[in-house]
């Protein structure tokens, strides 16, 4: 069995660490946030780790450690891996064409989440003060994001989101282990052997 290797508790101080820096190298930001000169194909990965406020910080490593720890425990590290980065990087890159910049590592936990929709759809979570099963969570989250899309002037990624959440779906229906099958236990007792005996064989 793979060792948990703790990488979403990592992400987690990476994105800390890097926002010190941030708020203390000026035009640090700008060098690595997701913007339209795609050229620089660094971006789609560098701007996973920026963020542009500290509760837009705190909200995300809060995701992150949490749900990420949990995905990673039940898929192994690696995977977990696979899973932010391919959510993160594919979210940016469909981003950019709708945001003149982007930031932040909403899509890649957005991807997490979505994979946990899949493999864990009755795990009971607290989302907006309610418990309730990861799979009802993610219709909200999803139904949120779409409102937010079309009715709201934000400035949240609602399709960087959206499209996290939609690769994590598919990650996790990849990912997802098929429930084995209870073998079919037939147990007889000795007077049905007996009377078997006594029909079929004497």
């Not at 979403?8 to 010190?20: N, V």
């Not at 660094?42 to 949490?66: C, D």
Request: aromatic content about 14%.
């Amino acid at each position: 069995m793979e060792k948990f290797k703790f990488f979403a508790l990592w992400l987690s101080l990476i994105c800390i660490l890097i926002f010190i820096i941030q708020n203390l190298i000026q035009n640090f930001t700008s060098f690595f946030i997701l913007n339209q000169n795609i050229t620089q194909i660094w971006r789609f990965v560098t701007a996973i780790f920026l963020h542009g406020s500290t509760g837009h910080l705190l909200y995300n490593i809060f995701a992150l450690a949490l749900f990420g720890s949990i995905l990673e425990k039940l898929i192994g590290s690696k995977k977990f891996l696979i899973v932010f980065f391919t959510a993160g990087i594919l979210a940016n890159i469909i981003a950019v064409n709708f945001y003149s910049s982007s930031l932040g590592a909403s899509g890649a936990i957005f991807g997490i989440l979505g994979a946990l929709i899949i493999i864990r759809p009755l795990m009971m979570i607290w989302t907006y003060g309610i418990p309730m099963p990861m799979f009802v969570a993610g219709i909200l989250w999803i139904l949120g994001d779409l409102v937010g899309l079309f009715y709201l002037t934000d400035n949240i990624g609602h399709i960087a989101h959206l499209s996290g959440i939609a690769i994590g779906l598919i990650f996790g229906i990849i990912c997802r282990k098929p429930i084995p099958k209870k073998p079919r236990r037939i147990i007889l007792d000795e007077l049905t052997m007996r009377n078997w005996e006594d029909n079929f064989i004497k």
